[in-house]
């Protein structure tokens, strides 16, 4: 099918543009630091948006110029995209099929199999807006990036379709039409982030307003800049705006919505501007190296975020053995980002040189029936991968019933029974929560009992994990809770907005006047917060309140359910042990010493009552293959009575 020329569109051909690759470098730049977590770059997930306004603008371009020459056809434009999008994409699907079929336990498998199934149809979005969203901490889903992709090619499979029948009913009417869908999409996303910021963060409705600001670029509703000075201005206003959002966005902001409008505007300015002629932004981004990121670009984001998965769910096994032999070099953590970016640097070179582009301009380049077919069969054999996977219960028949217990803490059911004993989202809040601050009740949390002993357990994340186990294991105290996840228990920190809220409250309007028995403080306590700690001890002494510090919880490098299912599977005991991070050892060490012999207040161990020697006790039940934690550092709810009841026996904690 044919449009015929449609009066008012620009017949321009968009030439290469350095600059626009050197803009998705920063995109892929942003996400990547955003999941690696460097940079400070809290709202990096940004550089999705910055990608939506980017193909936006070249494709409504392609497509418009094609309109205005009589020569735009639907079923070529759809032989583009499938060249563009398909060869990385399933080259991907099938590499990391065949990894899952080796490495992932049977929940994740299928978990697996139904969002690869979901990417095949372009409909993944759609699968993960029902399971967890974007920001949970829980979200181990390798193929959770191609949400995007999936919104992208429902615009695309969309939107020449309403070219189509406005050039039928409306000829004279495309640009308002464009402008009306747009905002119309704006608005919507407006609202309903207000009601589920999951749904408007999935939706392609939601979305699309995105890429129709880039073709409203592409319809040339941007002016033109004929002065240096005023390009230079718009471009380097652009990018302050991307680089805010980059900087001072994170997982609590409101977005997408109205928030989102700051780093899609900030990237229109930047691809306006450079229509207009060079700037000192442009020359930045054509810089060959910075152009050669923007290359690898769709590669990149690709290969990322499974590298990334596979790095934390200790597959690399690389962290914990780096550690023992380099950490007085360079620290862990960075290590770890380092060989995170390396590797997906190295798989989006070779999809990029090997995949991309033979099938886009060598001697892979295929048209009209040969491509369609190849393309049908590549998502036949994708769809008969991932149905094995999910129909097969996650190829079960791969391991033996020890190891299927082991790997059910995995599970998301058991994932959320934990979370309900944390009282996840009434005493205990997630910091990344958009809505958290507005469900915490201090009424109910905060309630003492005249007749009980009335203590406050006061953390993060590890002190909700063991909140139950307290209040089981003391049935004569009441137990009251204020948790917010990574947040630092102390009078002054950095922390979340939330974070912030509920600790001032704590310490400057309930804990003066509302005495308590004991204050328990329990966190993931790090080098930089004992200054702090100490501060906030000396503040307890002070109002005459006794304080128990809840010190190191033993960590691993990947998820301890895993580890232990490994271990069975290839009968390697020796496997867990092998991924214990050291760096808790020592840090027990010190905070022991100056809890107990420089602040002198008591002091309660989980690492001592459960590690000795570098061996850890690893199940709270061994007949039962019952695993202490659920992930690489939080106790489940069975490994945080088993601990808890070792310390208040022990008079630890009384």
């Given at each position: 099918m044919k449009v015929e020329?449609?009066?008012g569109i620009s017949d321009r051909t968009l030439g290469y543009r350095s600059d626009i690759d050197g803009l998705r470098a920063v995109a892929v730049l942003s996400v990547i630091a955003y999941h690696v977590g460097v940079l400070h770059c809290s709202g990096g997930y940004v550089g999705v948006d910055v990608f939506f306004v980017i193909s936006g603008y070249l494709i409504s371009s392609i497509i418009f110029s094609e309109i205005a020459n009589s020569r735009f056809s639907i079923v070529a434009f759809y032989e583009r995209r499938i060249r563009r999008i398909f060869p990385a994409l399933f080259a991907m699907l099938l590499t990391l099929s065949l990894f899952a079929v080796v490495f992932l336990l049977p929940s994740e498998l299928i978990d697996f199999g139904k969002t690869s199934l979901a990417s095949t149809f372009s409909s993944s979005n759609f699968y993960l807006w029902k399971q967890s969203g974007y920001f949970s901490h829980r979200n181990s889903n390798p193929l959770l990036h191609t949400w995007s992709l999936a919104v992208e090619e429902q615009f695309y499979i969309l939107f020449p379709l309403f070219l189509v029948l406005v050039r039928r009913?409306?000829?004279?009417?495309?640009?308002?039409?464009v402008v009306v869908l747009f905002l119309l999409s704006l608005l919507s996303s407006a609202i309903v982030v207000l009601i589920s910021p999951d749904t408007a963060f999935y939706m392609p409705y939601t979305r699309a307003w995105e890429l129709l600001l880039g073709t409203l670029l592409s319809l040339g509703f941007f002016p033109r800049l004929s002065?240096?000075?005023?390009?230079?201005?718009?471009?380097v206003t652009g990018l302050g705006m991307i680089f805010y959002s980059d900087l001072f966005y994170s997982p609590a902001t409101l977005f997408p919505g109205l928030s989102a409008l700051v780093p899609c505007i900030g990237s229109a300015l930047i691809i306006g501007a450079g229509e207009s002629g060079t700037s000192v932004v442009y020359s930045v981004f054509s810089w060959r190296p910075v152009v050669f990121i923007g290359l690898i670009s769709y590669s990149l984001y690709l290969w990322h975020w499974p590298v990334l998965l596979a790095n934390r769910?200790?597959?690399l096994d690389v962290n914990a053995a780096f550690e023992r032999r380099f950490s007085t070099i360079i620290a862990p953590g960075r290590f770890e980002h380092i060989v995170v970016i390396a590797v997906s640097l190295i798989l989006a070179i070779i999809s990029w040189k090997f995949v991309e582009q033979p099938f886009r301009k060598g001697r892979m380049r295929l048209a009209g029936p040969r491509l369609f077919m190849l393309a049908g069969a590549t998502v036949l054999v994708c769809s008969i991968f991932s149905s094995v996977m999910v129909f097969s219960g996650g190829l079960k028949d791969r391991f033996s019933p020890p190891v299927l217990q082991v790997a059910s803490f995995l599970d998301t059911t058991e994932l959320r029974q934990n979370e309900e004993s944390e009282r996840l989202g009434t005493c205990f809040l997630d910091a990344d929560a958009v809505t958290g601050g507005r469900y915490f009740n201090f009424d109910f949390c905060l309630h003492q009992e005249p007749n009980k002993s009335n203590y406050l357990l006061l953390g993060d994340s590890h002190a909700a994990a063991i909140w139950s186990a307290l209040s089981a294991s003391m049935p004569d105290v009441n137990v009251m809770q204020a948790n917010v996840s990574a947040c630092i228990p102390t009078l002054h920190h950095s922390g979340s907005r939330i974070c912030r809220t509920v600790m001032d409250y704590i310490y400057q309007t309930y804990l003066p006047v509302?005495?308590?028995?004991?204050?328990?403080?329990e966190a993931l306590w790090q080098p930089e917060d004992l200054d702090e700690l100490g501060r906030t001890l000396s503040w307890a002494k002070a109002h005459g309140i006794p304080v128990v510090v809840i010190g190191e919880v033993p960590e691993y490098d990947g998820?301890?359910?895993?580890?232990?299912?490994?271990s069975i599977a290839w009968n390697d005991p020796a496997l867990p042990s092998e991924h214990l991070l050291a760096i808790d050892a020592r840090m027990e060490e010190r905070l022991r010493g100056l809890v107990l012999g420089t602040w002198h207040v008591s002091y309660a161990s989980p690492y001592a009552a459960l590690c000795h020697d570098g061996q850890c006790i690893e199940y709270a039940n061994p007949e039962r293959h019952i695993p202490l934690m659920d992930d690489s550092h939080h106790f489940n709810r069975y490994g945080a009575m088993f601990v808890i009841r070792r310390l208040v026996d022990e008079g630890q904690i009384r």
């Open positions: 020329n449609t009066k009913f409306f000829p004279q009417r495309l640009r308002i039409s002065r240096a000075l005023l390009r230079n201005l718009v471009a769910m200790a597959i509302h005495p308590v028995q004991k204050l328990l403080l998820p301890l359910p895993r580890l232990l299912a490994y």
